[in-house]
């Protein structure tokens, strides 16, 4: 007889992301482990402003904010540890929910053995969603 395959899932936005799975001996899911991205805690622009004789307001350049850059890597390191756990073998079959950019993001970066075992996506936004309401969301992707 063999026994099912534990669906491990990925929640996921902009700045966090927390690896889902059910309980043992419950019908619960929980957050086993979690992923904060490094943000810059300075705040504010980092673009230079100048005021012209025009008395209009100008930018020099363009360049991201190191909040902007952090948050643009985040999903790398996202990706860098699902393929970490699918190397050590933590991962049978797995399951991606996040909002529809950062999960293009996220399974762009994957390896074709992580992509091999992703049983589907969810581009929805749940990364502050308590683990007791996330079973009504993701019951079609752990039967699935």
């Known amino acids: 007889m063999t026994r099912p395959l534990k669906t491990q899932f990925i929640v996921a ?12 001996g419950a019908e619960d899911l929980v957050t086993i482990r979690t992923l904060h991205a490094a943000h810059d805690l300075t705040g ?6 100048f005021e012209g004789s025009a008395c209009g307001r100008f930018s020099l350049e363009e360049r ?3 909040t902007e850059v952090c948050a643009a ?3 790398a390191e ?14 049978a079959r797995l399951a991606i929910v996040a909002p ?17 075992r992703l ?3 969810v581009a929805k936004d749940l990364g502050k969603t ?13 039967m699935g």
Do not use: C
């Open 130 to 142: 308590p683990d007791h309401e996330l079973s009504g969301w993701l019951q079609t992707l752990e």
């Open 119 to 121: 049983a589907g996506t």
């Open 73 to 75: 890597r985040f999903p």
């Open 100 to 116: 529809s950019r950062t999960l293009a993001q996220i399974v762009r970066r994957l390896t074709p053995a992580a992509t091999a």
């Open 64 to 66: 991201p904010t190191a």
């Open 13 to 24: 936005d902009g700045g966090r992301a927390r690896w889902v799975r059910r309980n043992a």
């Open 44 to 49: 504010g622009s980092k673009r230079p402003v």
């Open 78 to 91: 996202v990706a860098e540890a699902i393929d970490g756990d699918m190397a050590s073998g933590e991962i």
